[in-house]
């Protein structure tokens, strides 16, 4: 009769799939999972000719105190957007990136960080852990090259219009890549604008 040996790496591993399957340490275990993801990766440049020209719209959102808010993306302004939620623990897990990166770039782009939550809801989300970031609850349907139903998505786009960036999944929003793109199309435009 064979011997049952318990190892440490199967006692841990049975209690990781324990821990995951009670709901209270779900949510903070794929927070963690995903930080160390953020730590790793940061989104890069969506191809040349992969790029999608977006015709120039205005963004109907409203703001968390149900105010109308009408942002034009395409037509000089370089536009942020994300889509998330509360409960989504990629976005929970991405969101310290974004409001880093929101600080630097916040008076230089457009940031629209879009949800379909209740704004109390997101307005307590937020407070509860500081972020400044402007979430808005959006009033129409996104364009079509635009629509995604994975969440977190988020997007550069330059001030003509061109989806420069694309990522699906939780990234590294303020990393030096990233804030390098941001201020090669603020030049972009600026030169532009001349």
């Known amino acids: 009769m064979k ?6 790496g199967d006692v841990l591993f049975g209690v990781f799939i324990v821990l995951l399957i009670i709901p ?14 953020v730590e790793l990766f940061s989104p890069g ?21 149900g105010e109308s808010v009408h942002t034009v993306v395409g037509d000089g302004n370089i536009t942020f957007i994300s889509y998330w939620a509360t409960w989504c623990p990629p976005c929970i897990a991405e969101l310290p990136s974004i409001d880093a990166l929101y600080g630097g ?27 400044s970031v402007p979430a808005v609850v959006s009033k129409m349907n996104p364009p079509k ?4 139903k994975t969440i977190p998505t ?23 890549k ?16 001349k």
Do not use: C
């Open 154 to 176: 988020n997007y550069i786009i330059d001030h003509t219009g061109k989806i420069v960036v694309k990522e699906k999944g939780a990234s590294n929003w303020n990393s030096k």
């Open 3 to 8: 011997k049952l040996t318990i190892k440490i």
């Open 105 to 131: 770039y916040g008076d230089k782009i457009d940031f629209l960080m879009i949800s379909d939550e209740h704004p109390e809801k997101i307005k307590l989300f937020l407070e509860k852990r500081n972020f």
């Open 145 to 148: 090259d635009l629509y995604e």
């Open 45 to 65: 440049v969506v191809s040349e000719k992969e790029q999608i020209q977006l015709d120039s719209f205005i963004y109907e959102v409203e703001n968390l105190e």
């Open 178 to 193: 990233v804030r390098n793109l941001m201020d090669a199309l603020i030049a972009e435009r600026e030169a532009s604008a």
């Open 24 to 37: 209270q340490t779900r949510t903070p275990i794929m927070v963690m999972v995903n930080r160390l993801k």
